[in-house]
């Protein structure tokens, strides 16, 4: 590939020279095969280094090579790295709690766990594929990122009932990834790739791996996350957004300040044309109980989510799960055409067809968290058929290098060596049914790589010349932006919280639950009249019912707040999208409107059903009472929801605290043992229910059942403190959230 950086003369030279030296270190290392990939030579998988006529295997790459093996002899094999260069879960629910029932929407399931398993299949795939005459992606130049991790170790500590044990997840992985490079990460399931992916993206510091992840020679830092666009494997978008709204929403908060609403809307649009997705721009997202767009629409706008800011590194992990061939083409050629603009990405894949397999630059394939191989893509057979592994019959590249890493030997030559350890060995470890375990193929396959190339790889990143100054400042230099202002995100925010939540808000189900509510009370209540103690006493308890509804109700619909948008919030917070404070006001004031609504409606059927107070003064004073209920009782949902992760023990710990504060909320105890009576003064319903009294019953008599009818300041003024109060432990307990 053409080097269109000039400042990046010399790192090139020394990714050849790197290039070249781990291909001198195959060649020397390389037993003779005896021929091509296909051809079953097997013996010489010995680990003695011999100067042979060597088998090499090219790679069509990005130039469009046609895919040959051909013969050379060893002091003509060079190879150029340029030429090869070139080539919620949670869902919408019913909850039904002490007698009360609540509904929330959630995120997109992944695609396996949607109803349908079948691959998605993109019925607008552009023709031009298929012509051969695809559109390539254009991006404006960025900061090169060259990326590079030596000898990366991960463990974790996987906490039992007994006992504690530790379990390893990668063992020294080391390898180079330059800008203009793609690098897919290989191996079967649970070999550690999603872990390394992550490490490498700067998504997982807990607990602290070991090794050394350098960015242009520097270690990662915060400033690094505006560089970087991570594609995760689930897609967490909002389903009642459009594909248009989503990647709008994400540019006017994540490009930099500098460009106007214009600009940023311009570039949401470009994404959508250079996605291909003009076609559903205007189509929800949709989710397990929505239809929206199909999978392969879906995976292409969670890349375009991180490739509306034109990162310079780019993380995918598994982009082509669940796609078809043809849109896997797609996304992966797509990928190519990012990391042509100097930007480098690194990927994930798991079986991706040999189409695919030879449109990556460069390849690292793990087994059980230990390094197989990682070099150029087109010359991993070359290895393998160096170290005595050759596929017998003609197979997809990637589907052999599967089978090695899972310890598979099927159709595959076996190494000498392999061979006489099975025979020496001869232990159950070894062998089963006289055949070599897949334990001991994959320690053959690790010492193999350990012995010709990993030590001369790691010499090599560690003497590579560094980048350019100016590059290597690039990073050092990088001050961290916000892509808008507080006050334009919190409005970016409630619009798109109102857009996403519209739906609710004009829920029949809810209004019909609370109007059917409102006319039962009315009917019972109907005119009550307050002319003796005994019809007061009778019409206090629907004083003292608004006061627990209104309470109970938005404590139940604000616990799922949070735990319902974690994973949104998480990976909008890892790519510091906003402030939390302003996600945070955002998510508690664009509920308001319907909070406030459906109050109001009740307050209407009941308040003249029942006959109570006929003045305008004292149903105002109602609703305004009803309404600090409400919010106080959000507060303290919004704060369990935030506190605790697990919506189980959320709903338990709301339950039980609500059924305290109803019971200390007044009406039904009247004489509370002293030790026990602070337990009102935290009550909502005990403050809401005085209040309700004073309201109604102010003209009447001084002092009803004990409680003197002032004016209510004390009780206000505890209503107000408990809306901010439960606020505040709410942001701090979001705050201390881990962000994953
Ligand atoms: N926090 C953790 N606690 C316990 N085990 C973990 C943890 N993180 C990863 N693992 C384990 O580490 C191994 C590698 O996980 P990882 O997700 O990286 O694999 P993978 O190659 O991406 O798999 P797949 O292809 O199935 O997604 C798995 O066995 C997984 O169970």
């Known amino acids: 590939m053409d080097n269109p950086n000039p400042n990046l003369g010399l790192w090139r030279t020394k990714s050849d020279q790197l290039a070249e030296t781990l291909t001198a270190t195959m060649k020397a290392g390389e037993a003779s095969t005896g021929g091509d990939s296909g051809g079953g030579g097997s013996s010489g998988g010995t680990l003695s280094r011999k100067s042979s006529r060597q088998t090499v295997l090219a790679s069509p790459g990005r130039g469009g090579k046609n895919t040959h093996i051909r013969k050379t002899r060893s002091a003509q094999m060079k ?251 797609r996304i992966i050629e797509l990928l190519q055409d990012i990391a042509e603009t100097e930007k480098t990405v690194v990927t994930t894949i798991h079986q991706p067809s040999s189409r695919l397999f030879h449109k990556f630059d460069k390849l690292i394939l793990l087994g059980k968290g230990s390094l197989l191989y990682f070099g150029k893509a087109s010359e991993a057979l070359v290895y393998f058929s160096s170290i005595g592994c050759s596929p017998l019959i003609a197979m997809n590249p990637a589907e052999f290098l599967l089978d090695l890493a899972n310890g598979n030997m099927n159709e595959v030559s076996v190494p000498s060596e392999l061979e006489d350890r099975v025979q020496l060995g001869n232990s159950e470890r070894e062998t089963k049914s006289g055949k070599h375990t897949p334990a001991v193929v994959h320690d053959y396959l690790v010492e193999a790589y350990e012995t010709r190339v990993a030590e001369e790889t790691k010499k090599q990143l560690m003497i590579r010349a560094s980048p350019d100054e100016d590059i290597k400042s690039g990073v050092g230099s990088m001050k961290r932006e916000w892509g808008a202002s507080w006050r334009e995100q919190y409005s970016i925010l409630f619009w798109r919280g109102l857009k996403e939540r519209q739906h609710d808000y004009f829920s029949w189900l809810r209004i019909t639950q609370v109007l059917v509510t409102a006319v039962i009370l009315g009917l019972l209540w109907w005119q009550s009249a307050v002319h003796s103690p005994k019809e007061l006493d009778n019409q206090a308890g629907l004083l003292f019912f608004i006061a627990v509804f209104w309470a109970f109700f938005p404590v139940f619909t604000a616990i799922f707040t949070f735990p319902q948008e974690r994973a949104m919030l998480n990976k909008e917070r890892a790519a510091d999208m906003y402030r939390l404070s302003a996600y945070f006001m955002a998510r508690t004031t664009s509920d308001l409107p319907l909070d406030l609504f459906l109050p109001m409606l009740f307050l209407l059927v009941v308040y003249f059903m029942a006959g109570l107070r006929q003045t305008a003064e004292s149903f105002f004073l109602t609703m305004v009472i009803v309404f600090l209920c409400i919010v106080a009782a959000q507060g303290l949902g919004l704060a369990i929801g935030a506190t605790l992760t697990d919506l189980k023990r959320a709903t338990t710990l709301a339950s039980v605290t609500v059924m305290a504060f109803m019971l200390a909320g007044g009406y039904f105890v009247k004489n509370v043992p002293i030790f026990i009576s602070w337990l009102r003064y935290l009550s909502f319903n005990y403050h809401t229910y005085r209040l309700l009294l004073k309201v109604q019953y102010e003209t009447i008599s001084p002092v009803i059942d004990g409680i003197k009818l002032d004016s209510g300041m004390k009780e206000a003024t505890a209503l107000a403190t408990m809306v901010f109060g439960y606020r505040l432990l709410a942001y701090i307990s979001l705050r201390r959230m881990k962000i994953h």
């Open 79 to 329: 190879f150029e790295l340029d030429e090869v260069g070139s080539g919620a879960a949670l869902s919408r629910a019913s909850s039904a709690s002490l007698g009360f029932s609540f509904s929330f929407t959630g995120f997109t399931m992944p695609p396996d766990e949607t109803t349908d398993s079948r691959p998605f299949s993109d019925d607008d795939i552009p023709e031009d594929i298929e012509a051969g005459t695809r559109k390539k992606f254009q991006t404006e130049p960025t900061l090169p990122i060259y990326l590079k991790f030596t000898e990366v170790t991960y463990k974790v500590v996987i906490k039992g009932l007994t006992s504690t044990v530790e379990k390893d997840i990668l063992n020294g992985i080391s390898g180079a990834v330059n800008p203009g490079e793609v690098l897919a990460l290989m191996g079967p399931s649970g070999s550690g790739k999603t872990t390394l992916l992550s490490l490498l993206g700067g998504r997982l510091a807990d607990p602290v791996p070991g090794g050394s992840i350098t960015y242009n020679d520097q270690p990662y830092s915060k400033l690094l996350k505006s560089k970087i666009g991570f594609v995760t494997q689930d897609d967490v978008l909002f389903p009642h957004l459009t594909v248009k709204e989503t990647l709008t929403y994400a540019a006017l908060l994540r490009l930099p300040k500098r460009l106007t609403k214009q600009e940023k809307e311009k570039r949401a649009q470009d994404v959508i044309r250079e996605l291909g997705l003009e076609r559903c721009q205007d189509t929800m997202i949709g989710g397990s109980f929505v239809r929206g767009v199909s999978g392969g629409e879906r995976k292409r706008v969670c890349i375009g989510n991180e490739i509306i800011i034109n990162p310079s590194l780019l993380f995918l992990d598994e982009p082509t799960s669940g796609l078809d061939s043809t849109t896997a083409l």
